[in-house]
């Protein structure tokens, strides 16, 4: 998850918030003369109640932030839902629907006991946290159950990309075991290494900076789609492509989903809880940049940040559209949306430190780098139903390498406090020190999840647990492994691969 608490105020530390105003009654004494100890006493006691009901209120209303931040990250499931669903064929419907509730409940419940402390256990080492299993010692002065399920929420999201990859052909144990693995250990560790104060490529270190800045991946184009991306494109290899993708010269056969309108409904809710996932990563918003009394703030940067957020989006959906129908001939509304959703997860790596100007120029390029993929893929014989490695893996990549170019000097050091000499963008002015930080995410995120997440869908294949039966993927996984198919139809029968579909009603029950 996102420039959480963590990222940016060791957990050792209080909530950042309003700071409490001071009254001493030996400060007011001379003005109340010689007599005055009691009045000054009651004045200063007063006051200190004033001022910490202003603290208490500056906590109420950052927790308050990160928890509805939370509940829109959280609606990003329903998006990947319906997304997921308009991208398969309709035999596959149920299927993909129930893997997008799992991730969700099989995630909180792994995220609970094991993912949270992993993440965010501190005091800790580089690699790893070791506080807060199961919630102990929860809350705390550092943590609030609000910033547990806006966590849970980005570890949730990781998964949901992944079951993308491996759609219409997966059995249904192996999202189970995969979507508690990576929840509850892969991605944990990873957003330790990036958002928590003590990890080894933190920008929140007391000390010891990788390259003198850490990595600056404010909301996860690497913690998140990367990690996401990687972990599908392992899943999606292993696995091999869907029956009919390739013919048998090898030549890609197109695989429509069934339902435009899903997809359509499911990036706009996508779109919708970006805001939360990126605007949202700010642990507070009650916070002045320079002196108290300017109505410039944290407040200023969360609106940058969902401008930015919105044109990178914008920008790419309009270059796919125009880009692909130079190469297709065709206004395809789904590459449309992939195309808008690539320059989101593009963008989510810098969007709190980048100019709207450049979000523009993220969100450009962020189109190419998915046709090029999507090229790239169609040669190697890959089959990804949803492009979400493609997307989340390429676009993630672009996203962490322009940040590294166009991180401007004033919103690092505003966002990333502390350390006023930190490296910024190249292209900036700001050197090459960000960038080779931010290589260095991306070879690590790479390599950590191939190793554990590629060797677990291995032996998943080799234990006969990942890949269904070529009959009962013909046939469709509703009707081989959920009872039954997602709609009703009402035009008479049919027979199809062997089996009856109903179009009279209801099944009888």
């Known amino acids: 998850?996102?420039?959480?608490?963590?990222?940016?105020?060791?957990?050792?530390?209080?909530?950042?918030?309003m700071a409490a105003i001071t009254c001493s009654a030996t400060d007011l004494q001379?003005?109340?003369?010689?007599?005055a100890t009691a009045a000054a006493e009651y004045i200063c006691g007063r006051f200190g109640a004033v001022s910490n009901k202003f603290v208490d209120t500056g906590y109420a209303i950052d927790n308050t932030y990160l928890l509805f931040s939370a509940c829109l990250v959280f609606s990003m499931q329903l998006g990947f839902a319906m997304l997921c669903a308009g991208s398969v064929r309709a035999k596959n419907t149920m299927n993909i629907m129930l893997t997008n509730v799992l991730d969700a409940a099989t995630g909180g419940i792994f995220y609970y006991l094991f993912g949270f402390a992993f993440a965010y256990g501190t005091p800790s080492n580089g690699f790893i946290g070791k506080q807060f299993f199961g919630l102990s010692h929860f809350p705390s002065p550092s943590f609030d159950y609000g910033f547990f399920l806006y966590q849970w929420?980005?570890?949730?999201?990781?998964?949901?990309?992944?079951?993308?990859?491996?759609?219409?052909?997966?059995?249904?144990?192996?999202y189970l075991i995969y979507s508690s693995f990576l929840t509850g250990?892969?991605?944990?560790?990873v957003s330790h290494w990036f958002w928590s104060a003590d990890g080894w490529a933190s920008p929140a270190r007391a000390e010891n900076l990788l390259f003198g800045s850490g990595v600056i991946d404010f909301a996860g184009s690497g913690v998140v789609h990367l990690v996401g991306g990687i972990a599908g494109l392992w899943g999606a290899l292993i696995e091999g492509p869907r029956i009919g993708r390739f013919d048998h010269e090898g030549r890609s056969v197109t695989m429509r989903g069934h339902s435009g309108t899903l997809v359509v409904l499911g990036t706009f809710l996508l779109w919708?809880?970006?805001?939360?996932?990126?605007a949202g990563s700010f642990p507070n918003i009650l916070k002045v940049y320079g002196?108290?009394?300017?109505?410039?703030?944290?407040?200023?940067?969360?609106?940058?940040?969902?401008?930015?957020t919105t044109l990178a989006g914008c920008a790419a959906a309009l270059t796919t559209l125009f880009g692909k129908r130079m190469l297709s001939g065709h206004w395809n509304v789904t590459d449309v949306c992939n195309g808008l959703l690539g320059g989101f997860a593009a963008i989510t790596s810098g969007c709190s430190v980048v100019d709207p100007?450049?979000?523009?120029?993220?969100?450009?390029?962020?189109?190419?780098?998915l046709i090029s993929c999507n090229?790239?893929?169609?040669?190697?014989?890959?089959?990804?139903?949803?492009?979400a490695a493609q997307l989340h893996g390429g676009c993630g990549t672009w996203g962490i390498i322009f940040t590294a170019l166009f991180a401007k000097k004033a919103y690092v050091n505003e966002v990333y406090p502390g350390h006023p000499e930190r490296p910024f963008g190249l292209f900036m002015g700001g050197g090459a020190k960000l960038l080779a930080a931010h290589l260095v995410e991306i070879v690590a995120v790479a390599a950590f999840v191939s190793v554990t997440m590629g060797t677990l869908f291995f032996l998943l294949h080799k234990l006969e647990l990942l890949r269904i039966s070529s009959d009962d993927e013909m046939a469709g996984m509703d009707v081989t492994s959920h009872g039954g198919l997602a709609y009703v139809y009402t035009d008479g029968d049919d027979m199809k691969s062997g089996y009856m579909v109903s179009r009279g009603g209801p099944p009888n029950v």
Do not use: H
Request: hydrophobic share 45%; charged share 10%; aromatic share 14%.
């Open 1 to 17: 998850m996102p420039n959480s608490l963590p990222s940016l105020y060791p957990p050792s530390t209080s909530l950042p918030t």
């Open 30 to 35: 001379p003005l109340l003369g010689p007599n």
């Open 153 to 174: 929420a980005f570890a949730i999201a990781a998964a949901g990309i992944t079951s993308g990859s491996i759609a219409e052909r997966t059995q249904f144990v192996a």
């Open 185 to 189: 250990f892969v991605y944990p560790i």
């Open 272 to 278: 919708f809880g970006w805001y939360g996932f990126n």
């Open 291 to 308: 002196d108290s009394g300017s109505s410039y703030g944290q407040w200023s940067a969360v609106g940058r940040t969902a401008v930015t």
């Open 357 to 369: 100007w450049a979000a523009i120029i993220c969100g450009i390029v962020a189109a190419w780098v």
């Open 375 to 387: 090229k790239l893929a169609e040669k190697l014989k890959f089959d990804d139903p949803l492009e």
